[in-house]
């Protein structure tokens, strides 16, 4: 199970080393929940990523408010890590929330966007832009 993003926040800033950062993106991607083999699908896939990504967002009501709910997944260890940082951050937001939530901003807070490669830092902003959309649409 994926901790809070707040968990996740507080733990990359007692992490100095970039080795063992990496190793904690890779563990979050091992901690994400399986997403079902039917959700890996050529609607589901985000365009612009080097490695295959997958996000499926769905609407949960069950509460009395529509939150989100995401799941995801990719065929690379750092990616899986990656989609489990988007996860984290925006599964339990409002449609709303979610579209003003501006996810690179986290990966610049982490330090990932300056270590990341290009390829790797073009996937992430093509999944924030895909969560994003997703949710402006979901919002209006």
């Not at 080393?17 to 609607?43: N, Q």
């Amino acid at each position: 199970m994926l901790p809070p993003i707040e968990t996740i926040i507080e733990n990359f800033e007692f992490i100095d080393d970039w080795e063992e950062r990496y190793r904690y993106v890779i563990e979050l991607g091992r901690a994400l929940p399986e997403m079902p083999e039917a959700l890996h699908s050529e609607a589901n896939k985000v365009h612009g990523c080097a490695s295959q990504v997958w996000l499926d967002m769905a609407v949960d009501a069950s509460a009395g408010e529509s939150v989100l709910r995401l799941q995801g997944d990719s065929d690379a260890h750092i990616v899986r890590g990656l989609v489990a940082l988007m996860v984290a951050l925006f599964d339990g937001k409002t449609p709303r929330e979610a579209a003003d939530t501006d996810a690179f901003a986290l990966y610049a807070r982490l330090g990932l966007a300056e270590h990341l490669t290009p390829q790797r830092s073009n996937g992430v902003r093509a999944m924030a832009d895909r969560i994003r959309r997703d949710a402006t649409r979901l919002a209006a």
